[in-house]
């Protein structure tokens, strides 16, 4: 008899397996025991039916306890009134870990006690299909960089610089000197594409603001491609290309996590059709002006400004050449307005705002430099990052995706947090 997994039970109907479960809920009756077992691949139902097997088995199978773990033997059947498709029929149960009062009841609770709990939330059906998307969005980041002739490169994580502002820091103690937990790979990039040609990196980023939105964590992941020889039209191609891949990668192969959690496949079946629109940044203002936000050319877009704007289309957006004063000095500046950055934001649909931020990058050393002095900033510190446009300085675009607020936007989710299995936010270090 082989032992299977139960996402395999397709490839066993009317065979005999064995398989290693939990039990997550279970109703029976005098004469029958229904099992819902899961097993980390899928979720399923076991039947007992009490005059097919031993009387042992059946006395068993009325006591088992929600979690508990055990093996289960028994046949195969196709069930069409399931998700799943398929059934066991039991004849042996042997447990191998009891459980008792395990605290996520099939009851309603609310998302703080859930989140207290993350490390066993992890185990019911929501947060198995937003992981299992998650898995599959991050493999398919692998597929697509490789298909387009990047190589991973993975900058560090303790940093001496902030290329992002230094407000957002966490700083920790480098024998003792300051040094700060990377929020974003960019300039280590940067380098990589000078190395490279076309490089990404995927990891941990860390940001210390004290945002308390549902788009902000303090550790989130991060997808930075980096590409030399490369100006800002073509890096939205790679960008609109890469989105619509993520997409369809979910449709293609998350199916069954989709109805898990009721995102409807048909409204992302639309995401996958290029190219997303474009609008300027000063266009974007005068919607959100129109839209009655009280707000001017110059100022930054909130969360609501980028809903509202977002709302505005069917498809993510591409929002173009925002002011200089609120973005980053790595950027270049237009060719034919000194106040604006050829730079932009892509913005997902159904409100959800911002996912990529990405530019072209400034090449000349001189300017450069200048710009650096003008921040303040220690020029010290980017001796190494000024060297990249003293040696053989070259056109080159990137951006930055996070992971977790593409996820959130694909599942259609209220909030970041359940988008990580262990979120990081101001109030949550615990699980
Ligand atoms: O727009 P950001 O700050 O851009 C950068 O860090 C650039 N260095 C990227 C680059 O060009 N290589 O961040 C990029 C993306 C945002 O669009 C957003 O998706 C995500 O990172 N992000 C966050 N995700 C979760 N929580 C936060 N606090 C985030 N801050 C940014
Ligand atoms: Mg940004």
């Not at 891949?245 to 069954?256: E, F, I, P, T």
């Amino acid at each position: 008899m082989e032992t299977i997994r139960i996402i395999d039970a397709k490839d066993h109907v009317d065979q005999e397996v064995k398989i290693g479960v939990w039990l997550t809920d279970k109703r029976s009756s005098g004469k029958i025991a229904f099992l819902q077992l899961r097993d980390g691949t899928g979720f399923f139902q076991g039947v007992v039916v009490k005059s097919d097997v031993a009387e042992e088995v059946f006395e068993l199978a009325k006591k088992l306890r929600q979690e508990t773990s055990f093996y289960v033997t028994g046949v195969i059947h196709q069930d069409d009134r399931s998700h799943f498709g398929y059934e066991i029929e039991v004849s042996a149960i042997e447990v191998l870990g009891e459980s008792e009062d395990f605290p996520i009841t099939p009851k309603e609770h609310g998302i703080e006690f859930l989140l207290d709990h993350r490390h066993l939330w992890l185990r019911s059906r929501r947060p198995f299909a937003i992981m299992k998307i998650r898995n599959e969005i991050i493999d398919a980041s692998y597929r697509f960089f490789k298909q387009e002739g990047f190589i991973k490169m993975d900058p560090p994580i303790l940093t001496g610089t902030a290329p992002e502002g230094t407000t957002e820091l966490f700083e920790t103690d480098y024998f003792d000197n300051p040094a700060y937990l990377s929020q974003s790979g960019q300039l280590y990039m940067e380098a990589g594409a000078m190395a490279f040609g076309k490089v990404f990196s995927f990891g941990p980023t860390f940001r210390a603001e004290k945002s308390k939105t549902r788009r902000h964590l303090t550790e989130f992941w991060m997808i930075e491609p980096e590409m030399a020889f490369m100006h800002q039209e073509e890096s939205l191609q790679v960008q609109e290309r890469y989105v619509s891949y993520l997409v369809q990668s979910v449709l293609d192969n998350c199916q069954y996590e989709l109805k898990l959690i009721d995102r409807d496949p048909e409204i992302l079946e639309k995401y996958t059709h290029l190219p997303y629109p474009r609008i300027s940044y000063d266009e974007a203002i005068e919607l959100c002006q129109e839209g009655g936000f009280d707000i001017k050319w110059g100022d930054d877009f909130g969360s609501p400004e980028e809903t509202y704007i977002s709302d505005q289309f069917e498809q993510p957006v591409f929002v173009l050449d925002y002011p200089k004063q609120i973005k980053p000095f790595y950027m270049k500046e237009a060719q034919d307005r000194d106040n604006v950055y050829v730079c932009a934001d892509l913005l997902a649909p159904e409100g959800y705002g911002e996912i990529i931020g990405g530019s072209e990058r400034a090449v000349d050393y001189n300017q450069m430099k200048a710009e650096m002095e003008k921040e303040g900033m220690n020029l010290e510190d980017y001796d190494w990052y000024l060297d990249l446009r003293r040696y053989g300085s070259v056109p080159h675009s990137g951006f930055g995706m996070g992971l977790e607020r593409a996820i959130t936007w694909i599942c259609h989710l209220d909030h970041l947090r359940e988008a990580i299995p262990f979120p990081r936010m101001i109030n949550r270090l615990k699980p």
